[in-house]
Structures are given as structure tokens and as C-alpha cells.
């Protein structure tokens, strides 16, 4: 005998994500990549920077080019976009 109380319908296959509305897929060229940030001590032996944040420690740092920087949003830098990296062999 098996009682089961709760449980989850089986997952379906997965199809092909839609992009998001108002979604745009642009080229750009990896320039340099290098680890997160750690602390920076100034002169007097406190940190210089006056933003407290840290990175993640197995995190790393991208540095991009893009070529047409028209297709940029102009409000690129509030913070309000969310950026998704497909990473392509050549």
C-alpha cells in the first residue's frame, strides 16, 4: 500500500523560451575577463571606496564591447534591466 499526501504532476519536456516582450538580442565582443574585487586598502589601512558592496567570491567580472551601441537602451545605467549571457563557441 502507498500513500502519497502530496506530490507534483510529472514535469512536461521544456520547448524553446520566448524572449520577454520588448526583449533584444545583441552581439557583443568579450574583452577581458578577471576576478571579482577584493578589498582595497588606502594609505591609512581603510578601504578607499565608498560604496559598501562586495563581489561574490566565485564570481568573475566581464568586460563587453558592443559594436552599435544604438541598440543600448538610453536608461541603461538605472539598474532596471536584467542582462542574460549566451555564451557561443567560435
Do not use: C, N, W
Not at 74 to 85: F, M, N, P, Q, W
Amino acid at each position: 500500500m502507498e500513500i502519497v499526501i502530496g506530490s507534483i504532476p510529472p514535469l512536461q519536456p521544456q520547448g524553446q523560451k520566448v524572449p520577454q516582450k520588448g526583449a533584444v538580442f545583441i552581439d557583443a565582443q568579450l574583452l577581458h575577463v578577471r576576478p571579482p574585487r577584493k578589498g582595497v586598502a588606502g594609505p591609512s589601512g581603510r578601504e578607499r571606496r565608498t560604496k559598501q558592496g562586495s563581489d561574490p567570491r566565485k564570481g568573475r567580472v566581464l568586460t563587453i564591447m558592443v559594436p552599435d551601441g544604438t541598440l543600448l537602451p538610453a536608461d541603461l545605467d538605472s539598474g532596471r534591466y536584467e542582462v542574460t549571457l549566451r555564451l557561443v563557441r567560435r
